[in-house]
């Protein structure tokens, strides 16, 4: 590809990581769609330079991410990159205008997400085994993660100083390095607190201590896979015949606080959401949630 075009990719995804302060995982996003975006414009359509760009080159690469069977959401996220891309290069000076400007996202059809109830979430808790050290590790994850909503990468990535058990809170590390703070309920404190007594200690490895709050039996800080199947396990093992992911726990905190009365903008701050429309989405499950039980117990539903 054009040295200059690959010299415009780079240029745009340093300013994403540093004047932006994306997170690897989003800032990888960015890279795929427009790399993508790039190789059909210059390569398979032979367009020459930025300026020579227009609407049309861009539909185009959006049919050929159709015909490929990508989703409406991805196609819109497509355009999202597309479109920030070329903002980049018009306040750089380094096209004269920007083809993107009319472009409609698709329509897309909003999903509710996947939650458990709160027996399932007390089901899903009492499984681990408490008589050795990793079962009240795992306890005390579930719980936690259930208590504060948290992304089950900002889990992995606590630190012992980010727990404070005397002042009822924990400390996030979000998307872009936001931080947050969550208050903790009694519950997850005190499994906090017999998790760093009785089962952290005998996991540690006394040569190599780590600072991560939650480790394997190498004294590790724990992975990403490695907690996906540890909830996948204990969901099956639970008898929960549901599509499980470490995100369910975060779909149950904000659907539960809202069901029961919780301000929308105390959800949103503590799930670290930087538009509170994101965080309307648990209110259509609420709701959807009451439409059920109507349908189910009115006698002339």
Known sequence: MNPVVLDAIEDYLHFLRVERQLSDNTLQSYKRDIIAYTKNIFVVQDV???????????????????ISG???????????????FHQFLLREKRAAGDPTVHLEMPKIEQKLPKILSIEEIDMLIAMPNLAKPQGIRDQTMLELLYASGMRISECIALNLEDIHITMGFVRVFGKGGKERIIPLGRSALEVCQAYLKESRPRLEDKLHKSEAFFINQRGQRLTR?????????YADKAGIDKEI??????????????ENGADLRAV????????????????????????????QFHPRA
């Not at 020459?48 to 159709?66: C, M, P, S, T, V």
């Not at 992911?245 to 809202?258: E, G, Q």
Request: overall charge positive; charged content about 20%.
């Open 48 to 66: 020459q330079n930025f300026d020579d760009i227009d609407r049309l080159n861009i539909l185009h690469h959006l049919q050929a991410l159709k």
């Open 245 to 258: 992911t470490p995100h369910i726990l975060r779909h149950s905190f904000a659907t539960h606080l809202i």
């Open 268 to 295: 949103q701050e503590m799930l670290g959401h930087a538009d509170i429309s994101t965080t309307q989405i648990y209110t259509h499950i609420s709701k959807s949630r009451l439409s059920e039980v109507y349908k």
């Open 70 to 84: 990508k989703s409406a959401r991805t196609i819109s996220r497509h355009i999202s990159s597309i479109r920030s």
């Open 225 to 233: 896979q490695f907690c996906w199947k540890l909830i996948k396990d």
